[in-house]
T-cell receptor, first 116, second 114 residues
């Protein structure tokens, strides 16, 4: 089973609709991140969370909100979707502890979102 | 603020040959990491190699190696004996040692010709 899962994998929605993207992980990591990928821009950070009560804005948080329901779950919401939010969205986790995977981020499979 | 620049949108290499992907970065942090991620058509993000900034020795992982020039803020990826499966988008990324946040470059699409 995948360590980091995202649902849905693909979604088409209309302008003005509310949509939620969900992320779950079984890696036991405290830190979770949401990124969006656009052609020619790479991945950009939307929000990140160090634990359930610690949520921080990233580079491009406008138009998005997040919820950390549990250590293992981190959801991204678009309250009123607009076409320029069409992108590929990734969730990632990391472990701030020591070891070979220190600071390495583990990515989910991505959600392709299209806003018409 | 941290920035990462990949100036080569596309590269191509003949199978079995060697190719180098370029990356430069700017940072105000003293504790940071650098990564190369591979994104094949499946769109999964796969870690290729990582480099701790405090280490002088260049990281290597089988056919993949880096040339880390800290003073020049350069972090290039060398792929030796290129294989068809290496064809993908490659992203260079700066990781904060404090927050773990990643700042990505724009990506380089690598084509491998048989």
């Amino acid at each position: 089973d995948a360590d980091v899962t995202q649902t849905p994998r693909n979604r088409i929605t209309k302008t003005g609709k509310r949509i939620m993207l969900e992320c779950s992980q079984t890696k036991g990591h405290d830190r979770m991140y949401w990124y969006r990928q656009d052609p020619g821009l790479g991945l950009r950070l939307i929000y990140y969370s160090f634990d359930v009560k610690d949520i921080n804005k990233g580079e491009i948080s406008d138009g998005y909100s997040v919820s950390r329901q549990a250590q293992a779950k981190f959801s991204l919401s678009l309250e009123s979707a607009i076409p320029n939010q069409t992108a590929l969205y990734f969730c990632a986790t990391s472990d701030p502890g020591q070891g070979s995977s220190y600071n390495e981020q583990f990515f989910g499979p991505g959600t392709r979102l299209t806003v018409l | 603020a941290q920035t990462v620049t990949q100036s080569q949108p596309e590269m191509s290499v003949q199978e079995a040959e060697t190719v180098t992907l370029s990356c430069t970065y700017d940072t105000s942090e003293s504790d940071y990491y650098l990564f190369w991620y591979k994104q094949p058509p499946s769109r999964q993000m796969i870690l290729v190699i990582r480099q701790e900034a405090y280490k002088q020795q260049n990281a290597t992982e089988n056919r993949f190696s880096v040339n880390f020039q800290k003073a020049a803020k350069s972090f290039s990826l060398k792929i030796s004996d290129s294989q068809l499966g290496d064809a993908a988008m490659y992203f260079c990324a700066h990781g904060s040692g404090n927050t773990g946040k990643l700042i990505f470059g724009q990506g380089t699409t690598l084509q491998v010709k048989p």
